[in-house]
Structure formats: C-alpha cells, structure tokens
C-alpha cells in the first residue's frame, strides 16, 4: 500500500490531504468548545444546526460549486478552497453570537464541498493502474480514520498549554499547508473533449445523469443508503447509549467511536487484497450486508442487554462491526467511480456521489436524532429498516452490474466498449 508514496505528485496531494484532515480534526473540537462557550447546556443544539448546515452545503453546493469550477484550473480550485477554509477558521475565534457560526460553518463547508470532488477526482489521473489506485483509496481511508482517532489527543495536548480559542490557529495552519502542498504538487494534464458539455447547467446535469444510467453507479447510490443508517446510529446515537442507557462517563464515548474507527481502519489494510480476489461489487456488497446484520446484532443488544457490562461490551462490538462494513464499501467505491467516467466527466461524477452520498446522511442523522428522543429502540429499528431495504436493491443491482460489466482494468477508468 505504502509503494504508492512513491509517486511524487501523489505524495503531496496525500500530505494535503493528511494536514487538511488534521486541521478539519482541531475545527470540530474547537467549535465545540466555541458552541458551549456561547450556548452553555444547549451547545447540543448548536451543533447539531452546524451539522446539518455542514451536509446542507455537501449536498446543495457541491453540485453548483463543480459545475462554476469544472474548467478551472484544478489548481487554482483547490488552493482557492483550501484560503476560503483558512480565512473562515481564523474568524470563528471572533465570534460572538450562534447565528455567526451558522454563516461561518456553511461558507466553510461550502469550500470542503468544491475541495474534496474535485481533489478526489483527481486520483485516478495521477495513478492511472487500477491496483494503485486502489491501495490509494485505501491509504486515504486510513488518513481518515486515523484522523477520527488521533485529533482528539492533539487537541487535548493543546488545550493544556494554550486557550481553546488557538485550535482554530491549528486548523488554519493545516489548510495553509494543504494549499503550499498543492502549490508544489505536478498536477496531470487537465483534457478538455470538445464534445462535454459547456453551459452552466449542461455542466451541472451531466455528473448526475452520468450517475443514474449507469448500473454500477446505482449500485454504488444504494449502497450509501446503508452506510449512511449505520453510520448515523453511531455518530449521533453513542452518546445517548454510553450515558443514558449503559451510565457510564464521557471517556465511554471516546471508546464508543474508537471502536467504530477502529474497525474501519483494520479493514482498510487488507481492502486491496480483498477487491483482488473477489472483485469491488463482491468486496462492497459483503460490507452492506454486514452493516445490515451490525444494525440488527445492536437493536438485539440495546432489547435484551441494557445496563449491563456484557451489555456494553457486546454493544462496542457491534460498533466494530459496522466500522468494517462501512470500510469494506466506502473504500473501494471510487474504483466504481472512476471505471464509469472518462477524464472529461469524472469530476462531475465525483461531485454527484459527493452530494448523493451525504443526502443520505441528511435524511438518517436527524432521524436517528428525532427517535433517540422517543425510545431507546426507535433509532436502531428504524435504521436497521432503512438498511434493510437498500441492501435488497444494494444486491440486485450488483450482481446485474457483474454480468453487464465484469471488473474493469481499464488505465484510463473509462467504461469498456
């Protein structure tokens, strides 16, 4: 996996991406800490409007940003997204009312919304043999989940030898030297085919008309339906369990989400090998089924287990599982992406799973928030339902794409034929 560090231009844009996830780690910490300063006991609630601002601008401003930028100079995209993002980080420290945060938070996200499309699409360009992209793919999900697991201890080291307020210097600090990395990077040739589409709105159609004609790609829309429920009991649900349900204090949230991250990172090491041997559809369906049987061994748990330390151990074990399964599909999605567009498209297709995928999670995070409320059972049973029912057309659709397009190797990531 490591080898793909060779590669000069692939091992700045990765060192981008590294710093840039590390400073994105200070920022969540940091507004945290900000929201409660401003809000006290309701700083929940802050969040969580930050939150489903963040995934209004993933999904609303992507495909607009994508389409303004996609005859831009790709480095000129992401350095300029990369100064929006600093300019925003070092201005939340003056804020002083919760709307300000609001505003700051969706032009921020608005900038993360055209970096990471139009970052991602650029992979396939700069490690153009499918086994390498594929180790790619795999070294940025570990970036990832490395991130979940080690910005968290950062910020704690900061805060004992300076004020929360500096963290936002941290993350300033991350995207400025994401942007120098970018700056310095070779970026490959940008082609430019005379018959892609050239107005605003053509521009704008084509990722997802791309998107929805293709077998793969509606296999790969079904699929984020059930990372999105899995991933939504976890992010928003762990707390609820950890404190209200099991009694235990905050450090049992922190071993909560490890344990989700913990299970996605092992997975992504041997994600390579397993898309080698038994293909990206097989490799992606197995990781839906997973999450699916991860959502159901948890409602069993929370039913017939609650308040007890075999309870809570059988809980974080579940919590593992569905990090595999989300690792075992979100890893290895791109290949799709990549084999279903050409170099003149492939932007466009990126940005369309970017705002599809986070659609997902603007419909299942409120919801696992809105029934957590009602009963402890309600979010689990009703992911488990949302889970279930797109894993059905999840597999359908996977094995029709198998006997219709059987695994690309293509260099380029054109579709064959």
Known sequence: MIHVLRNSTYRALFSA????????GLLTVA???????LAGDSAGVVLGTALTIKMVAYVGVAPLMAALVDRMPRKLVLVGADIVRLAIALSLPLVTETWQIYVLVFVLQSASATFTPAFQALIPGVLPEPRDYTRALSLSRLAYDLEALVSPGIAAALLTVMPSSHLFTGTALGFACSASLVLIARLPAQNTDAAAPTTFWQRLRTGI?????????????????????????????????ARGVFALDDAALTLALACFGGGSLLVAFVVPRLVERFGVLRTMSAGAGVI????????????LLPATTAGWAALLATWA?????????NTPSSRLLADASTDADRTLVYTAQFALSHACFLVTYPLAGWLGGAAVLAPPLALLAIAGAALIPALALGRRAARIAP???????????
Not at 17 to 24: H, I, P, S, W, Y
């Open 209 to 241: 008309r791309v998107f929805l004609r293709t077998p793969t790609l509606r296999f790969v829309l079904a699929t984020n339906v059930v990372v999105a429920a899995g991933t939504a009991l976890v992010l928003v649900n762990s707390v609820v369990y």
């Open 407 to 417: 695994p690309v190797t293509t260099p380029t990531g054109a579709p064959p034929g």
């Open 321 to 329: 599982t569905l990090g595999i399964g989300t690792s075992l599909v």
């Open 31 to 37: 507004l945290g800490l900000l929201a409660f300063d």
């Open 292 to 303: 699916t049987v991860a959502l159901a061994a948890a409602t069993a748990v929370l039913a």
């Open 17 to 24: 991406q590294v710093l840039a996830l590390l400073g994105t």
